[in-house]
């Protein structure tokens, strides 16, 4: 895709007459998702379409917390977003606290938080993702809805029903609880072996800007996206050498939608007898020469990394991408114990000093902790991420821990589902009929592990984006009384319809509460 809309140019078109035209229709269908999807901003008013508006808390002020607040009021709800950290820190999230040269690394086509959301560009860098988390935030007036600097350290239930934030009445109460903090909090930073030893420079991969590297040795420890990130930051600062210490093979897939759409439609979300199917092709249309580096596989047991460039780097000689395990730290570099393909971590190999004059820890981040949830919410064997469908604890319907307990996918967080599961909630705060029974929550988890009872990982540890998908219509068929509110949870709209019955059967039961 072309980097901007000022690249449609006639010489760009000649150039690139498929890409420039998928460039335009991407655009136009952008509008189009825009113009029937987005729901438009509310006037004020303590009544939402003759019901009593309903209040939401959102915890996290992150890209998932600031689309999901945005549903919540397009369809006439009231929120109050709780955010821990500053503004500059926290609105945003996790695409506040990165370097300033990290970008998309899957097509922005499938990255899709809201249906308001316009890019100009294929793989949008941090500062225009955080621009549309920002003008988001704004379009839907949640500016006087967000409190920062207050973390969230419990939410408790009333006798009620509704919910209390920190014990404390000073932001009222609410009736349901949007937990979006995320599972990429703090940098983490682990101590490395002889540390002290090192004469260079340390830096975690996510404080990046501003720091010098050309014409250095650059060694780059962890061998996930923060390392493939970190590479890239080298590359354009026009390091000298770069090193990459990976402990495993990791899958490393092509930065192509279509290549990352075919992976996600495996329905099933596991590996099954034909994964070798995908992995050969990958090895062989895309590792080529260099297929050792290439796991054997595994596929679809975790998150591949989506990188078209790291490859050529390699060939061109301008990164080494090595297997094993760290020994200790030297005042020159890192003592490092390389392994074979096939050999396990920690398993023999050949030490060497790999020298550098800058280490960057890609080692990720910590995961932002649910403990401010209900105890009651985290029994075995129903704790996350085994809730239904993922996010709502069985006990409580009325909690959404959206994009907050996910462990591996072929897919995106920051797609289209994050406003189906917020609608998923408002359709059980609004219509008592369509909430799932604990029981029931409980027998939808356990079916789900049935059907992935073979899967080499935990039948919730992985998942595929289509998997996701067919949750959201099987739970939806499987209950008659959610039938009519199949358009709004899936496409968020057809509001109308449904919101009349609930209206008719909320007098119906005024009617019978008087005569009773």
Same mark, same amino acid.
């Given at each position: 895709?072309?980097?901007?809309?000022?690249?449609?140019?006639?010489?760009?078109?000649?150039?690139?007459?498929?890409?420039?035209?998928?460039?335009?229709?991407?655009?136009?269908?952008?509008?189009?998702?825009?113009?029937?999807?987005?729901?438009?901003?509310?006037?004020?008013?303590?009544?939402?379409?003759?019901?009593?508006?309903?209040?939401?808390?959102?915890?996290?002020?992150?890209?998932?917390?600031?689309?999901?607040?945005?549903?919540?009021?397009?369809?006439?709800?009231?929120?109050?977003?709780? /955010? *821990?950290?500053?503004?500059?820190?926290?609105?945003?999230?996790?695409?506040?606290? #990165?370097? =300033?040269? @990290?970008?998309?690394? +899957?097509?922005?086509?499938?990255?899709?938080?809201?249906?308001?959301?316009?890019?100009?560009?294929?793989?949008?860098?941090?500062?225009?993702?955080?621009?549309?988390?920002?003008?988001?935030?704004?379009?839907?007036?949640?500016?006087?809805?967000?409190?920062?600097?207050?973390?969230?350290?419990?939410?408790?239930?009333?006798?009620?029903?509704?919910?209390?934030?920190?014990?404390?009445?000073?932001?009222?109460?609410?009736?349901?609880?949007?937990?979006?903090?995320?599972?990429?909090?703090?940098?983490?930073?682990?101590?490395?072996?002889?540390?002290?030893?090192?004469?260079?420079?340390?830096?975690?991969?996510?404080?990046?800007?501003?720091?010098?590297?050309?014409?250095?040795?650059?060694?780059?420890?962890?061998?996930?996206?923060?390392?493939? /990130? *970190?590479?890239?930051?080298?590359?354009?600062?026009?390091?000298?050498?770069?090193? #990459?210490? =990976?402990? @495993?093979?990791?899958? +490393?897939?092509?930065?192509?939608?279509?290549?990352?759409?075919?992976?996600?439609?495996?329905?099933?979300?596991?590996?099954?007898?034909?994964?070798?199917?995908?992995?050969?092709?990958?090895?062989?249309?895309?590792?080529?020469?260099?297929?050792?580096?290439?796991?054997?596989?595994?596929?679809?047991?975790?998150?591949?990394?989506?990188?078209?460039?790291?490859?050529?780097?390699?060939?061109?000689?301008?990164?080494?991408?090595?297997?094993?395990?760290?020994?200790?730290?030297?005042?020159?570099?890192?003592?490092?114990?390389?392994?074979?393909?096939?050999?396990?971590?920690?398993?023999?190999?050949?030490?060497?000093?790999?020298?550098?004059?800058?280490?960057?820890?890609?080692?990720?981040?910590?995961?932002?902790?649910?403990?401010?949830?209900?105890?009651?919410?985290?029994?075995?064997?129903?704790?996350?991420?085994?809730?239904?469908?993922?996010?709502?604890?069985?006990?409580?319907?009325?909690?959404?821990?959206?994009?907050?307990?996910?462990?591996?996918?072929?897919?995106?967080?920051?797609?289209?589902?994050?406003?189906?599961?917020?609608?998923?909630?408002?359709?059980?705060?609004?219509?008592?009929?369509?909430?799932?029974?604990?029981?029931?929550?409980?027998?939808?988890?356990?079916?789900?592990?049935?059907?992935?009872?073979?899967?080499?990982?935990?039948?919730?540890?992985?998942?595929?984006?289509?998997?996701?998908?067919?949750?959201?219509?099987?739970?939806?068929?499987?209950?008659?009384?959610?039938?009519?509110?199949?358009?709004?949870?899936?496409?968020?709209?057809?509001?109308?319809?449904?919101?009349?019955?609930?209206?008719?059967?909320?007098?119906?039961?005024?009617?019978?509460?008087?005569?009773?």
């Amino acid at each position: 895709m072309a980097e901007s809309q000022s690249a449609f140019s006639l010489s760009a078109f000649l150039r690139n007459p498929f890409l420039q035209t998928f460039t335009i229709f991407y655009l136009l269908f952008q509008n189009l998702i825009i113009w029937v999807f987005a729901p438009n901003p509310p006037k004020p008013s303590d009544v939402s379409n003759g019901l009593p508006k309903r209040r939401v808390a959102v915890i996290g002020a992150g890209l998932t917390g600031v689309s999901a607040a945005a549903h919540c009021v397009g369809h006439g709800f009231d929120v109050e977003i709780f /955010e *821990a950290r500053s503004k500059e820190k926290g609105l945003g999230g996790i695409w506040s606290r #990165v370097n =300033s040269t @990290s970008s998309l690394q +899957i097509h922005s086509i499938m990255y899709r938080f809201h249906p308001s959301v316009q890019y100009d560009t294929a793989y949008p860098t941090q500062g225009e993702i955080k621009e549309q988390i920002v003008d988001l935030w704004k379009r839907y007036g949640l500016q006087k809805q967000t409190v920062f600097n207050t973390p969230v350290t419990s939410v408790k239930q009333t006798k009620n029903g509704r919910w209390l934030i920190n014990n404390d009445d000073k932001y009222g109460r609410f009736d349901g609880i949007i937990a979006s903090v995320g599972v990429c909090g703090d940098a983490k930073m682990p101590p490395l072996p002889d540390q002290d030893n090192y004469k260079g420079h340390i830096y975690h991969s996510s404080e990046l800007d501003g720091k010098n590297v050309e014409g250095k040795k650059v060694v780059i420890v962890g061998g996930g996206a923060s390392a493939i /990130e *970190a590479l890239e930051f080298a590359v354009k600062s026009k390091a000298a050498e770069i090193d #990459v210490l =990976s402990r @495993s093979d990791k899958w +490393i897939i092509p930065r192509n939608v279509l290549v990352q759409s075919l992976l996600a439609m495996n329905i099933l979300g596991q590996e099954t007898s034909l994964s070798w199917i995908p992995e050969s092709l990958l090895r062989r249309f895309f590792y080529r020469d260099l297929s050792d580096i290439a796991p054997s596989g595994g596929l679809f047991t975790q998150t591949p990394m989506a990188n078209s460039e790291l490859f050529d780097q390699i060939r061109e000689g301008k990164a080494r991408w090595l297997r094993g395990d760290i020994v200790s730290l030297n005042a020159e570099g890192v003592r490092f114990n390389l392994r074979g393909s096939g050999v396990p971590k920690g398993g023999p190999g050949h030490e060497t000093t790999v020298k550098g004059d800058a280490i960057i820890m890609a080692t990720g981040f910590k995961r932002p902790s649910l403990s401010f949830l209900p105890d009651d919410a985290f029994e075995d064997p129903y704790s996350p991420p085994s809730w239904y469908l993922q996010v709502f604890p069985p006990k409580y319907t009325s909690i959404c821990a959206n994009n907050s307990t996910y462990v591996n996918a072929i897919g995106t967080v920051g797609n289209m589902h994050i406003g189906i599961y917020t609608r998923f909630l408002l359709m059980f705060l609004t219509d008592p009929l369509s909430r799932p029974t604990e029981g029931r929550m409980k027998t939808w988890i356990d079916f789900t592990r049935f059907m992935k009872r073979l899967s080499p990982v935990g039948a919730f540890d992985f998942f595929t984006y289509t998997e996701l998908l067919y949750w959201f219509v099987f739970s939806i068929l499987v209950n008659p009384f959610r039938w009519k509110w199949a358009p709004f949870v899936l496409f968020g709209v057809g509001w109308t319809l449904p919101l009349e019955v609930v209206k008719q059967e909320e007098s119906f039961r005024k009617e019978l509460r008087r005569q009773h």
